[in-house]
């Protein structure tokens, strides 16, 4: 009796916080800050569901792939990122979407990161969740999963670390390729409610630095916050220079979260507005094909069901995409510009049909395009013109709710179709942090003003 008597104690101090009109300027409320002061109800798991509120995306990324086998059989995994939306009810959502065998993990915690890019995290801030009340969960080939719902106080851009433990052989996970993040992967055992960093190895930047399993970190919110989901390639999902991996420069980006929709979601909490931004986007990823690599993801229109459309509390979707259709080696040949308008007609259609507003970016310049593995064909004539003839469609089109000039905001004034040099973050396709700044200060936040 006494136990769910606080059950519901906690429950119900939780959801006064996020369901009755409360703050949703999504700044710390001394509300938040007493939970984990006093320890009252912090890290209690809630019994059934808590609905009373809005289910929102605070933080995602998309799945890609599961072809890279990560040795973590036995080894405690720690990753970290920045949750978008703060409240004090939260869940975390499981990918094996794209494996062929079951996986299991345990002992999964949630805790506060002490410094970006760290292994090390805060102590006593440890949480660990649970599945259907088990401290394990089995993720069966081609499943998604959630947590259950804990009180577990988490603030915009204030980072937090998932750390899980592989108890048995595990020969494949689904994975987001390059997070742009460091992974950690630990020495022999389970070091999941470990503060101390010193057990856990940073794997290689770059394309071994993926987010492994994890998808989502969902929060209860006040019923008038909603989620946008930003989905393209590598420009959304906020890659940095091709050329630089081989010559060992270190990224500007890992951990500092400089993507376009962490500076989106920074204009919406300087204005106020109650959104918060969930990134879809993958690298190399195409609107009509599927990757050229596997990892590159599926094609945008097989994939926009499970990214967007069951994203949790969408309301909008912001779509940039194309440039990897045109610039890809792949076999045969590209795609026309008609070929992929018909595609973006699509995505519209299926994001109104879902009762969504859509939003399309211009595709960004990508003249002399250079990478260090592969030669591509962003820069050649053919992709300049497709490119124009695309943009030009967009700037024009009526079918969406709004659009966003991408390639305007970037281009070079004194040489069309190149990146302007402010922005290049050296390999004449991807944005630099400046240039990703620059992307969220061309979003006119207007579009995303309800009608009364």
Not at 188 to 201: K, N, R, V, Y
């Amino acid at each position: 009796m006494k136990r769910s008597f606080m059950y519901g104690l906690a429950l119900a101090s939780a959801l006064l916080l996020t369901a009755c009109g409360g703050d949703s300027s999504n700044n710390s409320s001394a509300a938040t800050r007493s939970i984990q002061a006093s320890g009252a109800g912090f890290c209690t798991p809630m019994q059934g569901t808590a609905q009373q509120g809005r289910v929102v995306t605070s933080w995602k990324t998309a799945p890609g792939d599961a072809l890279i086998t990560h040795p973590i059989s036995g080894l405690t995994v720690r990753q970290s990122f920045a949750p978008h939306w703060a409240g004090n009810v939260v869940r975390l959502r499981l990918s094996n979407r794209y494996s062929s065998l079951p996986v299991t993990f345990t002992n999964i915690h949630l805790a506060e990161e002490a410094a970006p890019g760290s292994a090390n995290m805060v102590p006593n801030t440890e949480c660990l969740l649970t599945f259907n009340g088990q401290p394990s969960v089995t993720l069966q080939a081609g499943e998604t999963v959630v947590s259950d719902w804990i009180t577990y106080p988490v603030q915009a851009f204030r980072r937090v670390g998932v750390s899980f433990y592989a108890p048995g052989l595990t020969p494949q996970v689904t994975r987001h390729l390059n997070a742009n993040e460091v992974l950690y992967l630990s020495l022999p055992g389970d070091h999941t409610s470990s503060a101390d960093g010193s057990m856990f190895i940073a794997a290689p930047e770059g394309y071994t630095a993926n987010f492994l399993v994890i998808e989502a970190l969902e929060v209860l919110a006040p019923k008038n916050v909603s989620t946008v989901v930003a989905v393209g390639d590598s420009i959304t999902d906020g890659s940095d220079s091709t050329t630089a991996f081989l010559s060992g420069q270190g990224s500007p980006l890992v951990a500092t979260d400089q993507r376009y929709p962490n500076h989106l979601q920074r204009r919406f909490n300087s204005a106020g507005m109650p959104f918060t931004v969930a990134n879809a986007g993958i690298g190399g990823n195409e609107l009509l094909r599927d990757g050229w690599l596997p990892q590159f993801g599926k094609a945008l229109l097989t994939r926009f069901d499970a990214d967007v459309l069951q994203t949790q509390g969408v309301s909008h979707v912001l779509v940039m995409i194309g440039t990897n259709d045109f610039g890809n080696p792949k076999p045969g040949q590209a795609p026309t510009s008609d070929a992929l308008i018909a595609g973006y007609k699509e995505l519209i259609a299926m994001a109104k049909n879902a009762g969504l507003k859509i939003l399309l970016g211009t595709i960004p310049p990508a003249e002399g395009t250079v990478t260090e593995l592969v030669p591509v064909l962003h820069g050649t004539a053919a992709a300049r013109r497709a490119r124009d003839e695309t943009n030009a469609w967009i700037r024009s089109q009526t079918l969406s709710d709004g659009m966003v000039d991408f390639e305007q905001c970037l281009e070079d004034k004194n040489r069309k179709g190149f990146l302007a040099e402010e922005y290049n973050s050296g390999d004449n396709l991807h944005p630099n942090p400046a240039g990703y700044a620059a992307m969220a200060d061309c979003v006119n936040l207007n579009l995303f003003e309800r009608q009364p």
